[in-house]
């Protein structure tokens, strides 16, 4: 199930010249780039994926190297656009929310990459917690107070890294970064932004107050745009580079997340969206920004593109967690995975917070828990009950969607994860929903050219942009359901017990 680094190029079906019709997507997640070429209706014709390494460390660090970032889309885009590079007329981006990388005035590097899985501004958040009025935070930004946001990143990075903070010229995510190198100057997009605890969701500008909160202007912050924007052709030194035309003109794009789902249609009527890769959330559609009416602050609430927003919530481990298992003790997953498909639920309970979490209602300052364990469980008794802690996690926030009168119809399932059988099956069963697994490949790179669409004028909105699919649908498993009722209630108490002590742990 887990995805290796694959080096040859995926063709998908016989490419033709498009007369410079085609469209090159780019997605940047944690731990893989993809690079695609599709056609102008949107199908997927070649592709290139390359493994990001995370640099960590004890400490708490979890960094991408820009330039390695840098090299490896420039490795994957050469290997998609090298059959015809004049055919390709829209490059779109998409790339992960949370990050933050201080340059300088000539645009270098002054750290790596801090990712959502940096869990070092948990030194200094308590003191942000302390001096801030979080709720008014919430009201403006649909961002709960978590550590992970990039808020919390600048002021570890103020207290922290002084010296860096105060040479710092701007303050990117990844994207902005990129966008730096392959257009000229530091832009980003709404959605991607409005994840930064840094933007007013009712003007869509960054707020004065948060700003000088965070002891930050507005200056040192990229150009926030609407996702459809077309921000013009590359650059000639990074159109040499990439092995491109310089009329490929360059489309803001939208996060990662928000890339999947638009691939997946996400803005059909009654659909929820998940994706389960390195991370995963659970997110539907709407009008408006909608926040949590419970004092909870569990919903966060993006800007998705076309004047729409995609409300939900996202957890830092999944699929990493069974990474980390793999890793560990060696684990074949598939292997695994078909001994233990048609076995009952397990009697162990995994709480996967390998890297602290983002969704409210479980404590920041969370980890990694097995409990219950015994001398009889094994690996694939491991396996099995780190599926369900994942699944469990993401109940608690479709239980959020729901209690907001946001309870989608269907559920669509993207990310490396929806090609496991046994976790789609785990998944519907303690959801009590069926899950539906549209067959179409890199749903973020589809996504990314679903939007590409609208932005060239070859579609007139979103709605006539998106793509029939073909779907797999995964019942919930009858004999699974109540026991799953039981374990996620026991999984709820567990977190209310630890509460206190992960709070100790700091």
């Known amino acids: 199930m887990m995805k290796v680094e694959r080096r040859k190029c995926l063709s998908l079906s016989s490419p033709a010249p498009t007369g410079g019709r085609q469209i090159l997507a780019v997605d940047v997640g944690t731990t893989h780039l993809k690079a695609g070429v599709l056609g102008a209706d949107g199908r997927l014709q070649r592709l290139a994926i390359r493994k990001l390494p995370v640099v960590r460390d004890e400490t708490g660090r979890a960094e991408h190297d820009p330039e390695t970032l840098w090299t490896r889309l420039v490795d994957a885009v050469r290997e998609v656009v090298v059959e015809d590079p004049a055919g390709v007329r829209w490059m779109v981006l998409s790339a992960y929310q949370l990050g933050l990388l201080p340059v300088d005035e000539s645009g270098a590097p002054l750290t790596g990459i801090l990712t959502l899985q940096d869990t070092r501004s948990l030194e200094t958040f308590p003191g942000l917690l302390e001096r801030t009025d979080f709720r008014t935070v919430y009201q403006h930004t649909g961002c709960p107070p978590l550590f992970q946001y990039p808020l919390a990143k600048i002021e570890w990075l103020r207290t922290r890294r002084p010296e860096i903070f105060r040479s710092a010229r701007w303050l ?10 392959l257009f000229g100057r530091p832009v980003t997009d709404f959605s991607t932004a409005t994840a930064s605890q840094l933007m007013d969701v009712r003007t869509l500008r960054w707020a004065p107050d948060l700003l000088a909160l965070a002891g930050i202007t507005e200056e040192q912050l990229p150009e926030a745009v609407a996702p459809e924007t077309v921000l013009g052709p590359l650059r000639p030194e990074a159109a040499e580079a990439l092995g491109l035309s310089l009329e490929t003109e360059v ?9 999947v789902g638009l691939g997946l249609g996400a803005i059909a009527p009654g659909v929820g969206v998940m994706n389960l890769g390195t991370t995963a959330m659970v997110r539907r559609a709407a009008d408006h920004p909608v926040l949590d009416s419970s004092p909870r602050m569990r919903l966060q609430t993006y800007y998705l593109a076309g ?26 997953i598939p292997q695994q995975e078909a001994r233990i498909d048609a076995k009952e639920p397990t009697d162990l309970l995994f709480l996967p917070f390998l890297t602290g979490e983002r969704f409210p209602e479980i404590s920041p300052w969370a980890r990694g828990v097995l ?41 669509r399932a993207g990310g490396g994860g929806a090609r496991s059988d ?17 067959e179409i490949p890199e749903p973020a790179l589809v996504g990314g050219a679903v939007l590409a669409r609208v932005a060239s004028g070859a579609a007139p ?14 019942e919930p498993v009858a004999d699974w359901v109540p026991r799953y009722r039981e374990q996620f209630h026991a999984f709820q108490a567990l977190l209310a017990d630890l509460a206190t002590a992960f709070a100790r742990s700091l």
Do not use: C
């Open 172 to 181: 990117l995510d990844a994207k902005a970064y990129l966008l730096l190198r």
């Open 251 to 259: 489309i803001a794009g939208v996060y990662d997340g928000g890339a």
């Open 307 to 332: 004047g729409l927003w995609f409300p939900g919530g996202a957890i830092n481990n999944a699929g990493s967690t069974l990474q980390w298992l793999q890793e560990l003790l060696g684990l074949d």
């Open 371 to 411: 409990f219950g364990l015994r001398a009889h469980h094994g690996p694939g008794h491991l396996l099995r009950a780190a599926m369900e802690g994942v699944a469990f996690a993401l109940r608690l926030v479709l239980e959020a969607l729901a209690e907001n009168g946001l309870m989608p119809r269907r559920l």
């Open 422 to 438: 046994l976790w789609m099956r785990i998944l519907a069963s303690v959801f009590g929903m069926p899950v539906e697994v549209p």
């Open 461 to 474: 909105d979103l709605p006539s942009a998106q793509m029939d699919m073909p779907v797999r649908v995964y």
